[in-house]
Nanobody, 120 residues
């Protein structure tokens, strides 16, 4: 089994910052990629940012220049630094990881989600 433990969500005023973290644990051989998705009320889940084990990053256009994703491979941990937050960033943020398990299967895992609310 693999678990993703998220932390760092909360309430912040527009223009403020938050930092999300997600640590993976369990039956892990290798984490191929990690990242964050978000889902606002009434909307589909969308990609925010991802990072590979080689540190290649990918960002949604809406967050480029404001959010930074980083990763510690040794700690199986990913962070999302969110600056200049806007009310439209309000959503539940989900950690994601594509993992090679001890059975050498490649599987996708999701965290339970953490609420980020940006007030205007």
């Amino acid at each position: 089994q693999v678990q993703l433990a998220e932390s760092g969500g909360g309430l912040v005023q527009a223009g403020g910052s938050l930092r999300l973290s997600c640590a993976a644990s369990g039956s892990i051989v290798k984490i191929m990629s990690m990242g964050w998705y978000r889902q606002a009320p009434g909307k589909q889940r969308e990609l925010v940012a991802t990072i590979t084990s080689e540190a290649t990053t990918n960002y949604a256009d809406s967050v480029k220049g404001r959010f930074t994703i980083s990763r510690d491979n040794a700690k199986n941990t990913v962070w999302l630094q969110m600056n200049s937050l806007k009310p439209e960033d309000t959503a539940v943020y989900y950690c994601y990881a594509r993992i090679v398990t001890l059975r050498f299967e490649v599987r996708d895992y999701w965290g339970q989600g953490t609420q980020v609310t940006v007030s205007s």
